[in-house]
């Protein structure tokens, strides 16, 4: 069955790089592709990214400066990094698979980052 | 990038009630997509393409629009309804959603 799970770490201090993992069961990174969403502590949904099935990416225009999708084919990885953290960077990451149509058809359970000194 | 106005931003609803959630587009899109997520957990698929609901989800929600104007209908509320409903589109990039809609048990 499909699975997707975040691994990363839960405290960064600010103006440091976040590094998270979503590993992924089921389905090829090369066949679907997989979105980053973030989420604040009691607030909405935000994009923040995807790496296509092809292997190039997209980005959230407020936060490309500081961001960077990349994946691992051989072992089925999607890699999310963000560098110069600030607090309002806090929130829950998920990684998210499309379906075949533009929309979410999976996603892992998220990864809650707290970006405080 | 299109804004999507979710209204009401919270409702309570009882049992066997009927509720519906709009969602407003800043422009014209081609379809709507729902998610649900109760606390903890992450959002679930709920309606795709609109109308079509993803698999597991009851028969008692329906979604309907066009262009700028959609929305999720409960037939009759259940108690695990209760839960926060968001809106997506991506006829453009990048994908948005709706600032999502609370539903709480009357």
């Known amino acids: 069955q499909v699975r997707l799970k975040e691994s990363g770490p839960r405290l960064v201090q600010p103006s440091q790089t976040l590094s998270v993992t979503c590993t992924v069961s089921g389905f090829s990174v090369t066949s679907y592709h997989v979105s980053w969403v973030r989420q604040p502590p009691g607030k909405g949904l935000e994009w923040v990214g995807a790496?296509?099935?092809?292997?190039?990416?997209d980005y959230n225009s407020a936060l490309k400066s500081r961001l960077s999708i990349s994946r691992d084919t051989s072992k089925n990885q999607v890699f999310l990094k963000m560098n110069s953290l600030q607090t309002d960077d806090t929130g829950t990451y998920y990684c998210?698979?499309?379906?075949?149509?533009?929309?979410?058809?999976?996603w892992g359970q998220g990864v809650m980052v707290t970006v405080s000194s | 990038e299109i804004v999507l106005t979710q209204s009401p931003t919270t409702i309570a609803a009882s049992p066997g009630e009927k509720v519906t959630i709009t969602c407003r587009a800043s422009s014209s899109v081609s379809y709507m997509y729902w998610y649900q997520q109760k606390p903890g957990a992450s959002p679930k698929p709920w309606i795709y393409?609109?109308?079509k609901l993803a698999s597991g989800v009851p028969n008692r929600f329906s979604g309907s629009g066009s262009g700028t104007s959609y929305s999720l209908t409960i037939n009759t509320m259940e108690t695990e309804d209760a839960a926060t409903y968001y809106c997506?589109?991506?006829?453009?990039?990048?994908?948005?959603f709706g600032a999502g809609t609370k539903l709480e048990l009357k």
């Open positions: 790496i296509w099935k092809g292997g190039s990416t």
């Open positions: 393409d609109t109308s």
């Open positions: 997506q589109q991506w006829s453009s990039t990048p994908p948005t």
């Open positions: 998210a698979k499309h379906g075949p149509i533009p929309y979410f058809d999976y």
